[in-house]
């Protein structure tokens, strides 16, 4: 049986796709349905789908991202992509060999890529090098369009007190609940806004997600030692407590 993972932040969106997949393909066997990027990437690393569906723009990572990771930790997992309208994005499909379902969702799409999976599957192709291009031209599409510009500073609680704080000072984030610690050489400071959010408004190039709950400053790294599990550990400059990073991320760092 074909195995799949799901992953999309609209609990309606992600039900209707569920569904759909269950009457346009009873044999396909959806093993996990995820609602944000770090998820996804956890479930494809574990369970080595045959193929991910993955919403361009998640919480977190983004399906870009995880499909990037998810060519190293799962690479005989075939990736669909489902976005808004977005000319860049669709321009970019339209010129490739990989998948993409337009929302709202057609049965008529949905069994037209069904058909170029299982053609796939049966020749044994994963399409790497074609996602491998894909990503950097939709990388240099999001540039052009012009993305919102990423925090340079940020304002956090210290007790009574209100701090303005340069990112390039945060040696890491950590969700706390709802909210989200960042941590500094000099201490604390709370941030009320979640760490999902806030990944968002970073600067992608300068801070990576290494745990579901933490968010690392790559220039405030010391070094990173990987474990017989495939976790990592991350030792920092400015700060004594190591971060471990969990080993679906661990990929995010194979070029360090």
Known sequence: MTRAVIAEDEPLLREALSRLLGEAWPELDVIAECENGADALDAIAAQQPDVA???????????????????????ATQVVFTTAYDQYAIDAFERGAIDYLLKPITVERLA???????????????????????????????????????????????????????????????????????????????????????????????????????????????????????????RLKQRPETLTVSQPFMVLFRNM
């Open 53 to 75: 569906f993955l919403d361009i723009r998640m919480p977190g990572l983004s399906g870009l991202e995880v499909a990037a990771a998810a060519a190293e930790a799962s690479p």
């Open 112 to 234: 037209a890529t069904i058909e170029r999976l299982k053609r796939r599957a049966t020749a044994g192709q994963a399409a790497r090098g074609d996602l491998v291009l894909l990503l950097r031209e939709l990388a240099q599409g999001a540039a052009q369009a012009g993305a919102a510009p990423p925090l340079t500073w940020i304002t956090a609680g210290t007790g009574r007190e209100t701090r303005l704080i340069m990112v390039d000072d945060v040696a890491y984030f950590r969700a706390d609940h709802k909210y989200t610690v960042a941590m500094t050489a000099d201490g604390e400071a709370l941030l009320r806004k979640p760490i999902r959010e806030l990944l968002e408004q970073l600067d992608p190039a300068v801070f990576k997600q290494i745990h579901r709950s933490t968010i690392v400053n790559l220039k405030a790294i010391a070094s990173i030692v990987r474990d017989d599990s495939g976790k990592g550990t991350v």
